[in-house]
């Protein structure tokens, strides 16, 4: 398959239902983690170009600076590897799971902005890539995915970290085994969108509740997509891009989904 990795960084005013242009990321990557952490988004990994692979797993970081529109290189990850998840607790972010393009990684990175430095946790129970991650009340949650990069090998299951203990359990598996998903944090509650398999493009948006260990199904993403991505604002969750095919596809869509009841966005 031949595509081009853009270097783009675009940004969304949902107040004016505009998009700014800013200023380029330093190398074209894809399938990299995205966390923020003090007003700063970090670009962890991914794939970039090597020769005529654009496969090539690395473990750079790049922080972008919102109020300076500059981006700086930080300290790399120890583990090189795409198709990873990144979500942050207490001001870290943690780099869950991935592939190297020969295995699942098991690894959980922690990366902390205000030392520059890297630490080492108890590592996934089910490596995995593809995957989604999330904090919500003290927690962190690794959601489906899929075994060494093939969405034939779709998974459900759900895992919780415990930060304060620094152990992984087991929780209600993913209504539906999916990977090339998104999720978000919404009030009391995970929200999972899209994803792909062999039998195509998901539409589904299943919400996880924490308190109970249960999932329910909400409205579903007008336009079925993997590979997409999810932001809070303002008590809605926007869902952004994504493939509308298995594989190397793209679209320019931004649909928003709004929770049936009003609930506070995360701080």
């Known amino acids: 398959m031949n595509f081009a990795i853009t270097l783009a960084l675009q940004e969304y005013d949902p107040s004016t239902d505009r998009w700014t242009t800013k200023a380029p990321m330093p190398v074209g990557l894809h399938h990299v983690g995205i966390g923020e952490s003090d007003g700063k988004l970090y670009v962890i990994g991914g794939y970039k170009q090597s020769g005529f692979s654009v496969w090539h797993p690395v473990a750079t970081v790049y922080a972008y600076d919102p109020a300076t529109d500059t981006w700086a290189a930080r300290a790399p990850m120890p583990t090189p590897r795409g198709a990873l998840a990144v979500t942050g607790h207490e001001g870290k972010l943690f780099a869950i799971g991935g592939y190297d393009r020969k295995a699942n990684s ?10 520059n430095t890297w630490s080492t946790v108890a590592p996934l129970p089910t490596p995995r ?15 489906g995915g899929r075994l060494n990069g093939d969405y034939g090998r779709n998974l459900s299951v759900v895992e919780m970290y415990d930060p304060a203990s620094d152990q992984w359990s ?5 209504p539906t085994a999916r990977s090339g998903i998104t999720a978000s944090v919404l009030g009391n509650r995970i929200y999972v969108f899209g994803g792909e398999g062999s039998d195509g493009t998901f539409h589904e948006n299943e919400a996880y509740d924490p308190a109970d260990d249960t999932w329910q199904v909400m409205a579903p993403m007008p336009n079925a997509r993997h590979g997409l991505g999810s932001a809070v604002m303002d008590g809605r969750i926007y869902v952004i891009s994504g493939g509308p095919t298995p594989g190397g596809s793209f ?4 649909e928003v989904f709004s929770p049936p009841v009003s609930v506070p966005s995360p701080r």
């Open 129 to 143: 890539d593809h995957l989604a991650a999330a904090t919500i009340a003290g927690k962190i949650y690794a959601i």
């Open 106 to 115: 098991a690894g959980v990175e922690v990366y902390d902005p205000a030392n």
């Open 170 to 174: 087991g929780v209600a598996d993913l």
């Open 251 to 254: 679209s320019d869509l931004n």
